[in-house]
């Protein structure tokens, strides 16, 4: 059921992008403000103290590589984690460098994904406004329908297919620990750079403000 929700939040994100009339990402600010302030909470909720479980200056320095780790990624991606797809292509050839990186971000975010946790959430309330923007890139760049598919067909394996590997015992304990804090530093990197750019010139804006404490709120209760 897992494997199956994380997959078809792409499908929702490209169905989205195929039914509603979204022309521009600015369109859907607020949900991605959402989206972001709830992943971060998550994050902060329930990851960080699972890795902090024994204090240690390392978690932190898996933390900080998880970040950086993101922002070489997004030299490839140009920031499609986060919303922004600025690739041009005149050939229109299969994106590979965007798709690498999305997919390694992808296949990372899959591996916390617990029982006893509610990072799947998280991950879908991500992943469904991400896959939609990413939609519109494709039918706005002219791609064939084909390349489309194909290429959201297989990002949206990569999250099940990191959540799979997790309970295939290939870590030990240790190593697990170090992979939850990388993945905490993509998921800190991407949530706050989706709240930073969804305030436009840094303005206080109302309906952003109540989806961000609404997000939070509602990370905290569950």
């Given at each position: 059921m897992v494997y199956f929700l994380l997959f078809i939040s792409v499908v929702i994100g490209y169905a989205?992008?195929?039914?509603?009339k979204i022309k521009d990402a600015k369109q859907i600010s607020i949900f991605l403000a959402f989206s972001g302030a709830f992943l971060?909470?998550?994050t902060i909720f329930e990851l960080l103290?699972?890795?902090?479980?024994?204090?240690?200056?390392?978690?932190?320095?898996?933390?900080?590589?998880?970040?950086?780790?993101?922002?070489?990624?997004?030299?490839?991606?140009?920031?499609?984690?986060?919303?922004?797809?600025h690739i041009h292509?005149?050939?229109?050839?299969?994106?590979?460098?965007?798709?690498i990186s999305l997919s390694i971000h992808a296949l990372l975010e899959g591996f916390p994904i617990a029982e006893d946790n509610n990072l799947m959430?998280?991950?879908i309330v991500h992943k469904i406004p991400i896959s939609l923007i990413l939609s519109l890139f494709f039918i706005k760049a002219n791609y064939?329908?084909?390349?489309?598919?194909?290429?959201?067909?297989?990002?949206?394996?990569?999250?099940?297919l990191g959540n799979w590997l997790s309970h295939q015992n290939l870590f030990?304990?240790?190593?697990?620990?170090?992979?939850?804090?990388?993945?905490?530093?993509?998921?800190l990197h991407v949530s706050t750079t989706i709240l930073?750019?969804?305030?436009?010139?840094?303005?206080?804006?109302?309906?952003?403000?109540?989806?961000?404490?609404?997000?939070?709120?509602?990370?905290?209760?569950?």
């Open positions: 989205l992008a195929l039914l509603l971060l909470s998550v103290p699972e890795v902090y479980r024994t204090p240690s200056k390392e978690i932190g320095v898996y933390i900080i590589l998880g970040i950086l780790l993101q922002i070489f990624l997004e030299f490839f991606s140009k920031g499609a984690e986060h919303g922004h797809v292509s005149e050939k229109q050839l299969f994106p590979w460098l965007l798709f959430l998280g991950v064939s329908k084909t390349t489309t598919l194909v290429f959201l067909f297989l990002f949206a394996l990569m999250t099940p030990s304990p240790a190593q697990e620990v170090k992979l939850t804090a990388i993945t905490i530093g993509i998921f930073f750019e969804s305030s436009k010139n840094h303005k206080f804006n109302l309906s952003k403000m109540t989806a961000v404490v609404v997000a939070v709120l509602l990370a905290y209760f569950l």
